[in-house]
């Protein structure tokens, strides 16, 4: 990280020297001086932009081209084979069961995600210490993916029934009389204990904008309401909410987006196994493993990338809105 920084440093200010060596405007008067100054205003930007444009050519421009290329070629990225990928794909059972369960996470996760992010901004701002927790709230998103999937495999570890339960939830079961159980190899219902994991780390995302938004709220519109008699959900649902909805839009779409990518999660809790398997732990599977086949993975990675590509540009455009708003 200091490397980096100190390289930094060193670009800026050299190639700021260097342009201004080649194009000087100081000790100069008149037409030259002017002309040197106007391209030294045109060039400056793009040069201190470069850096991060060459950094988005190279890990986000070329990946997507060459994507899209070896999704039409064999598992060796060599032989051109058309549409073959994408028909397999439709054929191809794991690969129904991944759009399944993808939906399914986009169907609970940024909803609960965004509404107990919600709930907890309006909440804990009635509370005086409201701060503190916000600060536990928020502490998962300090935490990586499959540092989350460690700590909630401890939460869901199942042992024979007599032995001793060291995972939260099956100890609360045997407290209560009934029998342990192999969560994670439930089909269907694993999904959703995979999704609490995920709910758990974005939560405080949510909590953090619209705890902002919220305290963005005029507060003359809180006290007509009051005013007129309107309890706290009413205040709640029915003036607050409505004035913040172009942010919850945002936040929304936001998770769903990272939901569209989901791996980590699922590779460390259960790899796939007991029909868990989401599109990029599968692009993942093709892409690595068993010999490789990068044009199948390559076809699901592009599949990933059509998902998401219309909920950015619809995020991107609200983002926009609330900023020319304020």
Known sequence: MVGGVLACVVYFFGTNWLLDKLFPSKGLTGAKASKNLRITNAIRPWLFMAPALFAL???????????????????TGQQFVGFSNFSWMINDGEFRQSIFNNFLWLLVVPALATFFGLVIAALTDRIWWGNIAKTLIFMPMAISFVGAAVIWKFVYDYRAEGSEQIGILNAIVVAFGGAPEAWMTIPFWNNFFLMVILIWIQTGFAMVILSAALRGIPEETIEAAVIDGANGF????????????????????????????VFDIVLAM?????????????????????????????????????????????NIRNATKEMEGH
Request: overall charge positive.
């Open 57 to 75: 050519a190279i890990y986000l421009v070329y990946p997507v081209f060459e994507s899209v290329r070896l999704a039409f070629h064999d598992r």
């Open 234 to 261: 009413q205040i709640f649902f029915k003036i607050m909410v409505p004035q913040i909805w172009g942010t919850i839009a945002v936040v929304w779409t936001t998770i769903t987006i990272l939901v569209l990518k």
């Open 270 to 314: 259960t790899n796939g196994q007991w029909q868990t398997q989401v599109l990029a732990n599968l692009m993942f599977d093709w892409m690595f493993r068993g010999g490789g086949d990068f044009g199948r993975g390559a076809s699901i990675a592009v599949v990933i990338m059509i998902l998401v590509i219309p909920i950015m540009i619809w």
